[in-house]
């Protein structure tokens, strides 16, 4: 009688003692089955290595004696379930351990909103400077805020300002809405359920920034799997991805204070937005970590979009 092949990663594990033995196991089999990093992590060990020390709860994962700890039994069972859940689920780590990081800062997610991970968080570190005069800011926009994490970020950047998230989901503002409370910002973030501009008539903003949905029909059905864990709202706008986009160029100008700006994240769709909207004066900003697949307009210099 043949026996029925388990590819569950608790009946292949050497063995394994301290801390060290299962970073060194996550990298391995992370490798071994080729996973997808890009939601937080772009390799095998920082994803290893930030999985083994929140599971354990432990705050330093590269200092040799707690490389040496040994791991407890019940620690051992917790770390082999997160190891198997991120290779056989694809479940993107910070769903898997309810936490992501931007800008420095933790946020709650779970399936129900995107996870953190926009290059506009650059931007918001040096306050937009030299488009706008920071201390001038006092109304910012994030259209579809999900987590929060960019309203939030955007609210500590600029304390004089008041700043409105919105999102299309109600599910994903009452995790921005756990979020904000998190860092106390729930008196200068209003969070409010719209289809883009819908709520907001005759409001103006000093900044709007989005990281919207950009992903069209055909990218949508060759991403990676770990990206079906996420919310699909969040990522298809359509048949080639700049619905969304297209719905923001149209109405931004409206909102704009005389000298506000507009930045938005358009990700692979970025081409075809250069060419789309040649007549405008986009401009595509270059970043440190990350793609140029941002663009920022300046009202001032196109009052009608």
């Known amino acids: 009688m043949k026996k029925s092949k388990n590819n569950n990663v608790k009946n292949k594990t050497p063995k394994l003692e301290t801390v060290g033995d299962f970073i060194n196991f996550a990298i391995k089999q992370f490798k071994r089955n080729k996973v997808y990093f890009g939601h937080g992590t772009d390799n095998a060990k920082d994803e290893a290595v930030y999985l083994v020390c929140h599971g354990l709860q432990l705050q330093n994962c590269f200092d040799d004696s707690t490389l040496k700890e040994k791991v407890k039994l019940r620690g051992k069972n917790k770390l082999l379930k997160i190891i198997d859940d991120r290779i056989k689920k694809r479940l993107p780590a910070a769903y898997l351990t309810k936490e992501a990081w931007f800008m420095g800062l933790p946020f709650y997610v779970d399936k129900r909103v995107l996870i953190p991970r926009s290059p506009i968080a650059e931007l918001l570190e040096e306050r937009f400077v030299p488009w706008i005069n920071p201390e001038k800011i006092l109304r910012i926009l994030d259209i579809g805020t999900g987590s929060g994490c960019l309203a939030i970020a955007a609210a500590l950047a600029f304390p004089r300002a008041k700043v409105d998230a919105i999102d299309i989901s109600p599910a994903a503002l009452k995790i921005a809405a756990m979020n904000c409370a998190r860092h106390k910002v729930t008196k200068r973030v209003r969070l409010l359920k719209s289809d883009l501009f819908e709520k907001l008539k005759g409001k103006t903003y000093d900044i709007i920034i989005s990281n919207p949905p950009y992903v069209g029909k055909n990218e949508m059905k060759r991403l990676p799997k770990e ?8 990522l298809l706008a359509g048949r080639k991805g700049d619905e969304i986009i297209d719905r923001i160029l149209n109405d931004a100008a409206k ?24 007549h405008l004066p986009l401009l595509w900003l270059d970043f440190v970590r990350g793609e140029s697949e941002v663009f920022l307009l300046e009202k001032g210099l196109r009052v009608g979009f």
């Open 227 to 234: 990206y079906y864990h996420e919310p699909e709202e969040a």
């Open 255 to 278: 909102h704009l204070s005389p000298r506000g700006i507009l930045v938005v994240e358009v990700g692979n769709s970025a081409p075809l937005i250069m060419k789309k909207y040649a």
